[in-house]
């Protein structure tokens, strides 16, 4: 019995566990699609209302994962629903989750672009674009270029990671971490945006420019964190639905109703 199958069993149609599957499987797709997941990388979410979330099993393709891929896992590591193997990097998951009860969602990708930025002497990635004010407290590297298989290996990272919402890994990869699956997606899109443009005024062979605290400040005022995730989130379901990266079935799952764009302010 799949996943969904079961959630419908049991659940009923609309369960907690589907749609953080649902929600878990688009933002992996769209992530790919967007060139920020590749082969590898994976994305887990917390269920709400259970003590467990969910991770795609390690071998399904990042481009064609479904609610179906999706384990759910315990905070012990334990595949508790679900029929396959979690990725082995699942300690950086479940070391992340347990330090960080603010966080519901995590990303690791092995994005070149962040790479990059932990192989260059007297660089570090810092906010140049508006939105990467989200990374105002700092964007720290664990120098650990191992893969993450192990608990103690997971810990370190957590600990590397701390309070802030991204860690690079030192010639491996990078994670970011959120309050909901849509938020990390957006936060994503925005990391590499924030990548790309530092790494461009290093190729133009300038010396960048970050944004400053009072700079940082302004932009903070004016942020709509929330509103902004929900027109992201709107722009790429649909693109996704209209490119078939995502399937025509999960459309009524995934995307706004017009009484709330509406209600949001996002149409008029
Ligand atoms: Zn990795």
């Not at 499987?25 to 917390?46: F, M, P, Q």
């Not at 664990?142 to 993450?148: A, R």
């Not at 649909?238 to 949001?264: H, I, N, S, Y």
Request: glycine residues 6%.
């Amino acid at each position: 019995m799949t996943l969904t199958e079961m959630a419908r069993t049991t659940r009923g149609s609309n369960s907690a566990v589907e749609q953080t599957a649902l929600e878990t499987a688009a933002t992996t797709r769209l992530l790919e699609a967007e060139g920020i997941l590749d082969y590898s990388g994976h994305v887990s979410t917390r269920i709400p209302g259970r003590d467990a979330f969910v991770i795609q099993i390690g071998s399904t393709s990042r481009a064609e994962v479904n609610p179906e891929s999706m384990l759910v896992v315990d905070y012990d590591g334990r595949v508790i629903e679900g029929d396959g193997q979690p990725p082995s990097e699942l300690p950086i998951h479940l070391e992340i989750l347990r330090a960080r009860p603010d966080v519901q969602s995590v990303m690791h990708s092995h994005m070149e672009l962040a790479i990059a930025f932990t192989m260059m002497e007297g660089v570090t990635l810092m906010p140049m674009r508006a939105r990467a004010s989200r990374w105002k407290s700092g964007i720290p590297t664990d120098p650990d270029p191992s893969h993450i298989k192990l608990p103690e290996q997971g810990r370190a990272l957590a600990r590397t990671l701390g309070p802030h919402h991204a860690v690079l890994m030192r010639a491996h990869g990078l994670c970011l971490v959120a309050e909901s699956v849509r938020a990390l997606f957006v936060d994503a899109v925005h990391f590499k945006e924030n990548a790309t443009a530092q790494m461009q005024a290093l190729q133009a062979g300038a010396k960048p420019i970050p944004l400053s605290d009072a700079e940082i400040e302004q932009i903070e005022r004016m942020e709509m964190r929330d509103w902004h995730i929900k027109k992201l989130w709107n722009y790429y379901v649909r693109k996704g639905l209209a490119e078939d990266v995502l399937p025509q079935a999960w459309a009524g799952d995934l995307v706004p109703t017009k009484d709330m764009l509406k209600r949001d302010h996002i149409l008029k």
